[in-house]
């Protein structure tokens, strides 16, 4: 199985501009998450889903933030319009179930986001 | 208050050496507790869970202490491949669904 991946690696952009990053969840896996990592605040849940259906947002810092998750292979996180303080890393993880004993998360290797 | 808190470190250990590193919660009704391990510049990956009666892999060993609602990983006999963030990480039951809950980590620095 190829992992968790995630697009872009890398992005820049300018202040003001919309920034979509997309990720595909491990298949067969009915849990995705999105994390945004920073120095000040570390790892911090932005929303996470089941089956493709938003279980808890309330991590999604403002308005400017939204998820979607439209198929079960594919999901995104759009930021418009894009901040400075919008900066981070921002992590796509998926779980093949949410019960005890099994709450293993496997991360993609993570989208470095820089807004100028 | 974060509900999740350990000592960022950095923890600057010899090879050979034993450390621990603890984690505290805030939240009573945490359900599930575990060790991610994070390298510079990657995605965290599962170290371990840590159950009630506490458990051992290889040369770590994770505790959990419900009473004083904190989690613990002590790592024997440290490698240089040791070097790593340690995040614990608690699932908090919220609004009827488990919301994990990181850590900001503990740096570890294992040196010749």
């Known amino acids: 199985d190829a992992g968790v991946i995630q697009s872009p690696r890398h992005e820049v952009t300018e202040m003001g501009q919309e920034v979509t990053l997309r990720c595909k969840p491990i298949s067969g896996h009915d849990y995705l998450f999105w994390y945004r990592q920073t120095m000040m605040r570390g790892l911090e849940l932005l929303i996470y889903f089941n089956n493709n259906v938003p279980i808890d947002d309330s991590g999604m810092p403002e308005d400017r933030f939204s998820a979607k998750m439209p198929n079960a292979s594919f999901s995104t996180l759009k930021i418009q319009p894009s901040e400075p303080r919008d900066s981070a890393v921002y992590f796509c993880?998926?779980?093949?179930?949410?019960?005890?004993?099994?709450?293993?998360?496997?991360f993609g290797p993570g989208t470095r986001l820089t807004v100028t | 208050r974060k509900e999740v808190e350990q000592d960022p470190g950095p923890f600057n250990v010899p090879e050979g050496a034993t450390v621990a590193f603890n984690c505290t919660y805030s939240n009573s009704a945490s359900q599930s507790f575990f060790w991610y391990r994070q390298d510079c510049r990657k995605e965290p990956k599962l170290l371990m869970s840590?159950?009630?009666s506490g458990n051992e892999d290889g040369r770590f060993t994770a505790q959990l202490n419900r009473a004083s609602q904190y989690i613990s990983l002590l790592i024997r006999d440290s490698k240089l491949s040791d070097s790593a963030t340690y995040l614990c990480v608690v699932n908090l039951l919220s609004g009827g669904s488990y919301i994990p809950t990181f850590g900001r980590g503990t740096s570890l620095i294992v040196h010749p």
């Open positions: 993880a998926s779980s093949l179930r949410w019960t005890l004993p099994s709450y293993e998360q496997y």
């Open positions: 840590v159950y009630s």
